[in-house]
């Protein structure tokens, strides 16, 4: 069913592409960027800004990009002067009565007007009279913000409400000079995607409330990520200064989240620099805990794990889906290799970081928690309820002597069920979590750990598919990774482990558990890899007859970047550019 | 540390006089506090009496890491860390970063700005040489010297505060032109500074050049000759002391500086009379050109229109969307320069001063190198003094014009 590719030459550069595209797409895998507002490569085309204007030999007026399909022996002028001087013009309209707020709008920075008027504009204001006044800053919904002023109308949040989520609330009122964009009657913006609508507005038209003002994007951090949220594990970029997120992303992963986030995973990263984080390790001392420092920590720990082997006494690892795949590797090591006999199994938070219960079937999934499949698949256990009461059961009748739970509160996350008596009545308690609950003020050795935004590491979503993710920002207060606590626990009862960063741990991980094989951090790229297919890095997921140009999972080769995986470039981009 | 030297008693018996009489060699700091040395730097001395055996010049006390701080800050944003380097003539510094910059956007300025450039750059000059001849002579009790130069340095100092509003921060130029034009009056104020300044040089020349004290501390110390100059990588006054004739002026000329009129100075004898010498008449030749500049100054604008490189009109900038886009970006991103490497350099006071650019695209240089002519001066100073007397390490070095922020960045 697949038409020959067509060859056509945009701007004298020989490009073969594939039949049905639109010259802007096709431009725009060929990192040939034809400017535009309302066109965006997830909605529907309409062709209402005009800016995509191009020359297309043999047509007389200038055609849009992004609605004229591409024929074979087409030759395509994106720079000539005509197409400059027609983009000046759009610009000149579309900023005849856009407000003079460059100075209090959050998309400064990152402004498709900013850009284009230095790429493509650079021409002096010819409007003399007063501009339109309409409402600023109007609330039209939980999280967004509209201000009419600021608008260009390029109709993509109305498509976005009307197409992607099917709700819509958006609509343009009023025709031609006094168009503005509006609620329904009646409505709010209250779907569970609305933050959304914030990203694909190329103007400080539509705004976050959770991040305006915050901050100047020019100062953020920009770090590669997976929400934690649920296990659909959606790409996420995640925007930090110093030590503190300001606002999280999506990426583009058109296996996983396409170019979208739910609100319950956008706007939920406060548990990160929540004063219940956990801020020293602590250690009991003639039954009280205190706060001590992670050598006197770790030593009690280890001392006490050694004194129980030799006892013969069971311990346990109880671990979680929320762990990355190298913290839960090791802690299966460190059962297998010195707790011999001792049982491992993984909690599933029921609410998770995000403290949401809904799901749906887009992108929120009803399994709250990352690495379920990765927890899984490096063999800690089954993760079900009977399991997880079978362990219990083993720990209140006295057969499991000694618990290291690991991210994991059952007290909260399995309530009414005696865990609280059970865990009170171990000889060892080890608790590494990263925010306080009720099972550390029961236990003997308290281990502050980081969140997702302060370590490396690798999560498995529902589907199966092993993606990367990158630190923000270092450890805050003592928290260190789960990986390097299991890695020092493990030299101090004496297995050798010398895993010097996440990447070595996964190496090790990926050597021995056979669904991960040949993986590395390397070509886990920024899309990551499907389980099981590890050895042939090229192949994007089967199904999809994706056109072969687009550079989906690491097919296209990766031009050479000056700050390495964490960051980008000098540009600020769109998420889908 | 000690060392000890064989020697002889002169007057002793024969049975003593074939014993070794030992000398320790005196091992003195002199600085980075001292009276006589110019911003801070040590020189670690060995000492036999009154005669330096030894020298090891220590610098760094005043590194600010530009280099560095360049690399994270807008093409604009570095122009304040220019004033910086070669703090007593910082037009100088500020013309010859911003000529680079424009050689990797190949603009060229106006000829209004042209001019302007050159007049700033020479009377920076002229603020430098009398600071330096000012300092040498009060280091050699001539006291008067000083109080006279700097006073009328003070001419120049309140024709800068004038243009651009500090004496010594100026960051006036922009890349593309200038931060503002001239004021008005300028010209008037500048001629009588000329007048003013030519009677205090020819007084204070009277005063000191043919002065018994003043010669015989000056002349046939620390002597350089024109190989050994040139090996140090000297540039300036000291090398056109020692006779070669160099002056990135005439040799690699930029601006308007071929349109006028004027002489390079040069000495033969390379020693710090001749030095003191070519200071005095450069200052002459810089007025010189000031004179000719200040008259054949054209109308126009002072700086190229480019939105892409020029801020807009305020009026612009406050009443119109564009105007204000354009000004924010311009702030923010800084000027893009096109990837590329360029060198350009101008005659600093002392001496060839350069810069070293790469950009990568974006505004904010890569890279940003200045080549500092001190910096080389200061690898001639340690051999220069050694073999000479303690108190000669005062003129010679006063006679070198160590500036510490230019050779240390």
Known sequence: MAAPPVKLKINGQEITAPAGSSILETARQNNILVPHF????????????????????????????CATPIREGMAVQTENDRVKKARQGVLEFLLINHPVDCPVCDQ?????????????????????FRKVKREKAQELGPHVLLDQERCVLCTRCVRFTSDVTKTGELAVEQRGFHAQITLFPGRTLDNPYSGNVVDVC?????????????SRVWFLKESKSICPGCSRGCNIRVDSRGQQIYRILPRENLDVNKVWLCDDGRFNFAFV?????????QARSEGKLTDVTWPIAMVAMADRLRAMAEAGSTVAVLGSAQSPCETSWLAKRLAVDFLRGGPTEFGRSLRGTTGSDRSDDFLEEPDKNPNTRGAAEVGLGQGSDEALEGLRQKIASGSVRGLILIDFDPITELPGQAWDEALRGLELLAVLKSNTSPACAAAHVVLPLTTFAEQDGTFVNSDGRVQRFAAAFGPVHTARPGWQALRDLGKMVGLGWSYASAEEVFGALAREVASFSAMTYKNLGDLGQPLGGGSSASESTGGETVPAAAGNGAGAAEPVRAFGWRQWSWERKRPWE | MLEIVENRRPDTSDTEASEPLPIELMTVQMGPAHPAMHGVVRIELKLDGENVVDADVHIGYMHRAFEKMSEISTYTQVLPYTDRLNYVSPL????????????LLEIEVPPRCQYIRVIVSEMSRITDHLTCIAAMSMELAAFTVFLYFIKAREYFYELVEDICGARLTTTYTRVGGLSHDLPDGFARKLKKAIADTRDVIE????????????????????IVSAEQALSYGWTGPCLRASGVSYDVRRDVPYLVYPKLDWQVITRTEGDTYARFEVRIDEMRQSLKMLEQAVDDIPEGPFRVSDPRISLPDKSQVYNSIEGLMNHFKLIIEGV?????????????????????????????????????????????????????????????FGSLNYIAGEVER
């Open chain 1, 38 to 65: 309302c066109y965006h490569p997830h909605l529907p085309v309409v062709g209402n800004c005009r800016m995509c204007q191009v020359d297309v030999e043999g047509i007389p007026k200038l055609q849009i990009a």
């Open chain 1, 202 to 214: 190329p103007v400080g038209a539509l705004l976050s409330k959770d991040f305006r003002f915050q």
């Open chain 2, 203 to 222: 007084e204070v020349e009277g005063l000191v050049a043919k002065n018994r004290i003043f010669y015989d501390r000056t002349r046939g110390v620390g």
């Open chain 2, 92 to 103: 100088i510094n500020n013309v010859g970063y911003v000529q680079c910059v424009e050689k």
């Open chain 1, 273 to 281: 620099g929540a004063p219940d984080r956990i801020v020293s390790p």
């Open chain 2, 336 to 396: 893009r320069v096109p990837p590329g490497e360029a060198y350009f350099a101008v005659e600093g006071a002392n001496g060839e001063l350069g810069f070293y650019i790469v950009a990568d695209g974006s505004g904010k240089p890569y890279r940003c190198r200045p080549r500092s002519p001190g910096f080389a001066l200061t690898q001639g100073l340690a051999p220069t003094i050694k073999g000479g007397m303690l108190s000669d390490i005062v003129p010679v």
């Open chain 1, 108 to 128: 400064a920075g990152e402004c498709s007007l900013q850009d284009y008027y230095m790429k493509h504009g650079l021409y002096q204001s010819r409007f003399s």
